[in-house]
């Protein structure tokens, strides 16, 4: 503790100080005292720096009116000035400060024995001006820190909620083509269903049976997705272009032929663009179903050194991006968002031949 420490020293010391100092008082009973006093008010400092210095002050001035050595006494002032400095604000500080300067300056024109003077001022005013300048550099230094740091804190928390909306944004996107895509291929086959049930019953067992098997993939595909907003919960395979042949099966149960075609070198994809381009095509797939009104459709892959191309046309009656929004608004929009976010262009609209045609373009790492 520095007051404890600074008591010690001062008592200990002061005497040897004033071997050297000739002229100087003996130290006796009140300059112990003086020593004491000014020590001991360190306990106070940092509940009340302002009252501390002002004791100190007035201890230190005594002492040296009275004669007494310059010694230790002078660091329990300077620590006393430096607490002020670093602990109130610039200007009450440089108020308390000049106080106390005014009453230690005292000494250097009425003192017992020979005063210094005018030749005094400035080596009495480096025991105040220096260890203000100190504090004030310290406080400012202090303060900077805790704004930066109060800044990162800030731009941290803003950054994992802006990633929080990112991904819930991206598991809502995720959930609409899931649910979205199973709603309409359930719906068409039920249609099938009920149409054939009057007239050839044993058929109408083969369109419930793809209901059957497109509402469990779907609620499969439904789980793993929500399984990432579970804490704790581990995420599934991420859907990719391979499981294209399994999206053409679901869609032929629902009476929509589609015809793929692969060109270049099939590759694993990042994952990012593996999801995006299925996403794609299964969203295509499922506007298709809804409201193209036809009962085939072509998809084509292409793998090229440093992108991948996916295309989706059909020769039905869709109404173009109206149709393929699907009457909501987000088909059109999820599609282009998931494209965009990586770097990608997304191409739709009618084919001069009648139609509809969806085209993206997705960048990936050129292969070596």
């Known amino acids: 503790?520095?007051?404890?420490?600074?008591?010690?020293?001062?008592?200990?010391?002061?005497?040897?100080?004033?071997?050297?100092?000739?002229?100087?008082?003996?130290?006796?009973?009140?300059?112990?005292?003086?020593?004491?006093?000014?020590?001991?008010?360190?306990?106070?400092?940092?509940?009340?720096?302002?009252?501390?210095?002002?004791?100190?002050?007035?201890?230190?001035?005594?002492?040296?009116?009275?004669?007494?050595?310059?010694?230790?006494?002078?660091?329990?002032?300077?620590?006393?000035?430096?607490?002020?400095?670093?602990?109130?604000?610039?200007?009450?500080?440089?108020?308390?400060?000049?106080?106390?300067?005014?009453?230690?300056?005292?000494?250097?024109?009425?003192?017992?024995?020979?005063?210094?003077?005018?030749?005094?001022?400035?080596p009495a005013s480096a025991w105040v001006v220096v260890p203000f300048a100190v504090g004030v550099v310290v406080r400012v230094s202090r303060e900077s820190a805790a704004r930066t740091r109060a800044e990162e804190a800030r731009t941290r928390a803003e950054q994992a909620r802006r990633q929080a909306d990112e991904e819930r944004l991206r598991i809502a996107q995720e959930v609409h083509d899931v649910v979205g895509h199973g709603l309409a291929a359930i719906s068409m086959q039920a249609e099938i269903a009920l149409h054939l049930l009057p007239k050839r019953p044993e058929q109408a067992e083969t369109a419930l049976t793809a209901i059957s098997r497109t509402s469990r993939e779907a609620l499969d595909e439904l789980r793993v997705t929500l399984g990432a907003v579970r804490q704790g919960a581990e995420r599934g395979p991420v859907p990719g272009l391979a499981r294209l042949p399994a999206l053409r099966d679901r869609l032929a149960g629902a009476g929509l032929t589609v015809e793929t075609r692969v060109t270049g070198d099939p590759r694993r994809l990042p994952a990012a663009a593996d999801l995006t381009a299925y996403r794609v095509v299964q969203e295509a797939l499922t506007n298709v179903l809804r409201h193209a009104g036809v009962t085939s459709a072509e998809v084509t892959v292409e793998y090229r050194a440093d992108e991948v191309t996916v295309e989706v046309t059909d020769r039905g009656t869709g109404t173009g991006a109206a149709a393929l929004d699907g009457g909501d608004g987000h088909g059109l929009a999820g599609m282009r968002e998931r494209v965009e976010a990586l770097g990608g262009r997304l191409d739709t609209g009618p084919r001069s031949g009648g139609g509809f045609r969806v085209y993206a373009r997705l960048p990936v790492e050129p292969t070596t």
């Open 1 to 122: 503790m520095p007051a404890l420490v600074l008591l010690a020293f001062g008592l200990l010391a002061t005497g040897l100080a004033g071997d050297n100092q000739p002229g100087s008082r003996p130290v006796d009973a009140a300059c112990r005292v003086l020593i004491a006093v000014a020590a001991l008010a360190l306990l106070f400092r940092r509940r009340a720096p302002v009252a501390t210095l002002a004791v100190i002050t007035v201890a230190t001035s005594t002492y040296l009116v009275l004669g007494y050595p310059y010694g230790p006494i002078l660091l329990t002032f300077l620590l006393a000035v430096y607490t002020v400095a670093v602990r109130l604000p610039v200007r009450p500080a440089a108020l308390a400060a000049g106080g106390a300067f005014v009453l230690l300056v005292a000494h250097v024109f009425v003192a017992r024995g020979p005063a210094p003077g005018w030749a005094g001022v400035l």
